[in-house]
């Protein structure tokens, strides 16, 4: 193949969800658990993770025993008698004062007290539905507690202590198991995975790994083999998310083998490191989508499937999602932003060694991207359109 070794090209393209990435001379998702596994890396180090979530689903009961969570406060029983008991959830577009004014046995002023006691630990602009909450009052309606419940791994209280009610993030506790996966590849390495009852997340991040190595859209064959060693959270036996992956290896039926180690030091974060102790990675990913459906080969000659013609067909063809976060190949600089004719929107970076890089046909670019900026490898710049 005749190549220009000063461009390298990436072609995101729109067709309901398909993601063409076209290559003229050589190339997370984040984790997509990303957030999965950030909380957990969060409660691992005691960092309190950013909050993103809103809720109520109007239920009211009556109880007079204190919750769980304000009894593990070290608050064996309240000062006053609990008379009512009200659990709510948010709904979609809710803000925390939308649901809690759904229940009529909750005074405003309580409410009040609420959302300014939570606004102190926990951000309320980033609410999502699903988060519950329970309120607890005295015979007088005064507010004698209150816990709210964002997601498996965000926990929240409002407890009285001193004559005084104050807020705060309660501890999650959860238990790690180093489990080992191995299985072979049939189709694809996201249905090897899937047929393990594993999650995406964890394709994506094994395929991360090996990302300036191996391209999983086009070069896995059946027969190919893998392993990995990963750590699973786990809360009261209910699996939580992914941490890490201690060690990796594929091993293709035909070909050089790889193999990944999880080393963490003090000066520096957890890498990957080869048998020999390099670390994995090269100048280029070798493709700005982790794993997804292959739907057109690189050539030189290849039919045109609209205009039935012969012509050049200089990249990849990548089926994913609309709205897939696309990432910068390597380190660059944003040379250019914007709508570039039959590519719409597009970005073009420039690299080391006189390369370029350029992605089209994006159905939005990422936020407070801009010409002349330089991002880094692996950063996402846009999303498929």
Avoid at 95 to 115: A, N
Avoid at 193 to 219: H, Q
Avoid at 241 to 263: A, D, T, W
Wanted: some cysteine; charged content about 25%.
């Amino acid at each position: 193949m005749r190549f220009n070794r000063s461009t390298v090209f990436f072609v995101l393209g729109l067709c309901t969800g398909i993601i063409i990435s076209s290559i003229s001379a050589k190339t997370n998702l984040p984790d997509k658990t990303a957030f999965e596994r950030q909380s957990i890396r969060d409660v691992q180090s005691g960092h309190q993770p950013e909050n993103r979530r809103t809720a109520d689903n109007g239920n009211s009961t009556v109880d007079g025993q204190p919750s769980d969570i304000l009894a593990k406060n070290g608050v064996p029983g309240f000062s006053r008698q609990i008379a009512h008991k009200i659990t709510g959830e948010l709904r979609p577009g809710d803000t925390l004062s939308d649901s809690l004014s759904r229940h009529s046995e909750i005074p405003s002023r309580v409410k009040w007290q609420i959302i300014d006691k939570l606004s102190s630990c926990l951000d309320l602009r980033h609410l999502k539905p699903v988060d519950c909450y329970t309120v607890f009052l005295d015979e007088d309606n005064q507010l004698l507690g209150c816990e709210y419940k964002a997601g498996p791994l965000e926990s929240y209280s409002i407890i009285e202590k001193d004559g005084e009610l104050t807020a705060k993030q309660d501890p999650v506790s959860l238990e790690v198991k180093t489990q080992y996966i191995n299985g072979k590849i049939k189709t694809s390495l996201f249905k090897a995975f899937s047929r393990l009852g594993e999650r995406p997340s964890l394709v994506y991040t094994f395929a991360d790994i090996f990302a300036s190595k191996i391209d999983f859209n086009r070069e896995p064959r059946p027969g190919d083999r893998f392993e990995a060693l990963c750590e699973k959270y786990y809360k009261n036996s209910e699996f939580i998310g992914y941490g890490n992956i201690l060690y990796v290896s594929y091993i293709p039926e035909k070909g050089k083998s790889y193999r990944g180690f999880f080393y963490h030091s003090r000066d520096k974060s957890g890498a990957y490191y080869d048998q020999d102790g390099k670390e994995l990675g090269t100048f280029f990913l070798k493709s700005p989508l982790p794993v997804f459906r292959l739907t057109s080969e690189f050539s030189w000659k290849r039919k045109h499937p609209i205009l039935k013609v012969v012509r050049p067909h200089l990249g990849v063809d990548l089926a994913a999602p609309i709205g897939t976060p696309v990432r910068a190949v390597a380190d660059g600089k944003v040379t250019f932003k914007g709508k570039n004719g039959g590519y719409g929107n597009q970005v073009i970076l420039s690299h080391k060694n006189n390369y370029k890089t350029y992605y089209g046909h994006l159905s939005r670019f990422s936020r407070n991207l801009s010409t002349g900026e330089r991002v880094k490898q692996k950063q996402i710049i846009g999303y498929v359109g």
